[in-house]
């Protein structure tokens, strides 16, 4: 478990359920810069709130409700109350909700939830028991909770992902910048150089980027790098060797950055993701007062 004081936060995964992450955190002071994730975010909320910038507005979360964010969508992190906010998580990557959303409901398309934040205390206390079932290494119960949980938040929340479409010339600019930078991670250019080789000017490519990815081209950029990190540091790779490999000056350039966007450092990340430990934070349910037993009717 990570952290010290009452800020503490455990990043891990199940085998038994690829393709999920899993988190239980207690923050306080924490403040979660803008970014994106390659999964979904279904958080519930135990205590406190939590307070999201995401659409263009500050989203509010409290006790019982969930903040839902969709893959690549940009949003921000913080305690909306002195006492902070404490919470568990399930990150379920885009292939399985496209599964359960094919089998259990009627939306068409690439699904994904249309409002960021959903009052039902009962689809939060799912998640606080997919995290203890995958605690207690129960894969029947995590697996069926997770799948309950994702159906109800579809159903009551859920449709289809509006496809961005590439139609203007600065649409277009933006992508190949984006093409640049990650192939070009380590050792990117400068705003002028890259705008330059684009055939564009430094604010034209900065009010694209901007208009297309919800960030400005170095904020993206560090995001772009935790999400590698966190790919080389789950296949095993030192973080010091992982700071170099994705363009970060050292390791703790790294470990600021990756703590900011993640949550924990990037050494108990990958101690976590390779550990068999099941602590647990909280209560059994990570909710007080939650109903411990409930069925699993959608």
């Given at each position: 478990m990570a952290g010290t004081?009452?800020?503490?936060?455990?990043?891990?995964?199940?085998?038994?359920?690829?393709?999920?992450?899993?988190?239980?955190?207690?923050?306080?002071?924490?403040?979660?810069?803008?970014?994106?994730?390659?999964?979904?975010?279904?958080?519930?909320?135990?205590?406190?709130?939590?307070?999201?910038?995401?659409?263009?507005?500050?989203?509010?979360?409290?006790?019982?409700?969930?903040?839902?964010?969709?893959?690549?969508?940009?949003?921000?992190?913080?305690?909306?109350?002195?006492?902070?906010?404490?919470y568990g998580a399930v990150y379920p990557s885009p292939e399985l909700v496209a599964e359960i959303a094919a089998e259990t409901t009627s939306i068409r398309g690439t699904p994904g939830f249309t409002s960021p934040v959903l009052d039902d205390a009962y689809a939060a206390g799912l998640v606080h028991q997919v995290l203890r079932a995958a605690d207690e290494g129960n894969a029947l119960a995590a697996d069926t909770l997770l799948r309950v949980a994702?159906?109800?938040?579809?159903?009551?929340?859920?449709?289809?992902?509006?496809?961005?479409?590439?139609?203007?010339?600065?649409?277009?600019?933006?992508?190949?910048?984006?093409?640049?930078?990650?192939?070009?991670?380590?050792?990117?250019?400068?705003?002028?150089?890259?705008?330059?080789?684009?055939?564009?000017?430094?604010?034209?490519?900065?009010?694209?980027?901007?208009?297309?990815?919800?960030?400005?081209?170095?904020?993206?950029?560090?995001?772009?790098?935790?999400?590698?990190?966190?790919?080389?540091?789950?296949?095993?790779?030192?973080?010091a060797e992982v700071a170099v490999a994705v363009g970060f000056t050292d390791q703790p350039h790294l470990n600021r950055h990756f703590t900011r966007i993640v949550g924990v450092p990037p050494g108990a990340y990958q101690r976590e993701r390779g550990s068999d430990a099941r602590p647990v934070l909280g209560g059994e349910d990570g909710r007080t007062g939650a109903r411990k037993n409930m069925d699993t009717g959608v």
């Open positions: 004081g009452k800020e503490r936060a455990r990043h891990w995964r199940y085998a038994e359920l690829p393709g999920v992450d899993l988190l239980r955190a207690s923050y306080i002071e924490k403040i979660f810069v803008r970014h994106t994730h390659e999964n979904f975010v279904i958080a519930a909320i135990a205590e406190g709130v939590e307070v999201f910038h995401h659409g263009g507005a500050d989203q509010y979360a409290g006790p019982g409700a969930l903040a839902l964010v969709n893959p690549d969508t940009p949003h921000t992190g913080r305690a909306g109350v002195p006492e902070g906010w404490r994702v159906t109800r938040l579809l159903r009551l929340n859920g449709g289809p992902m509006p496809q961005r479409e590439v139609r203007s010339a600065g649409a277009g600019i933006a992508v190949r910048a984006r093409t640049v930078l990650e192939e070009r991670m380590a050792e990117p250019p400068t705003l002028e150089r890259l705008a330059g080789d684009l055939g564009a000017s430094p604010f034209a490519l900065l009010r694209a980027f901007r208009e297309a990815y919800g960030m400005p081209p170095h904020t993206w950029l560090t995001d772009a790098r935790v999400r590698r990190a966190r790919r080389l540091l789950d296949a095993g790779t030192a973080p």
